[in-house]
């Protein structure tokens, strides 16, 4: 079993920064694939950005290019997510998640089987 706990959410003001971590706890997520998803109040809930086991892949949604960077240090069995200029409508609860694979294109939430409780970041405008 994988117990993933995200941390570092919060409030924040439009144009400030925010960084997510996500630890891995049991079996761990080396050589897994890792994914961040976020769900918006009354939205569904979306793909942000994933990491390779190796991280030399990485995908991000294209409302968060350029903005967010997501890493890993699998000696720490944690992955991050550093949030730049953020928007309001990047207000939503964050989760980390563990992927069914190891490589590329985990952009969907069925190729996940482990998540985290999630972590709530607010942008004030």
């Known amino acids: 079993q994988v117990q993933l706990v995200e941390s570092g959410g919060g409030l924040v003001q439009a144009g400030g920064s925010l960084k997510l971590s996500c630890a891995a706890s049991g079996r761990t997520f080396e050589r897994y694939a890792v994914g961040w998803f976020r769900q918006a109040p009354g939205k569904e809930r979306e793909f942000v950005a994933a990491i390779s086991w190796s991280a030399r892949i990485i995908d991000y949604a294209d409302s968060v290019k350029g903005r967010f960077t997501i890493s890993r240090d699998n000696a720490k069995n944690t992955v991050y997510l550093q949030m730049n200029s953020l928007k309001p409508e990047d207000t939503a609860v964050y989760y980390c998640?563990?992927?069914?694979?190891?490589?590329?294109?985990?952009?969907?939430?069925?190729?996940?089987?482990?998540w985290g409780q999630g972590t709530q970041v607010t942008v004030s405008s």
């Open positions: 998640a563990r992927a069914r694979g190891y490589g590329s294109g985990f952009v969907s939430e069925d190729m996940y089987n482990y």
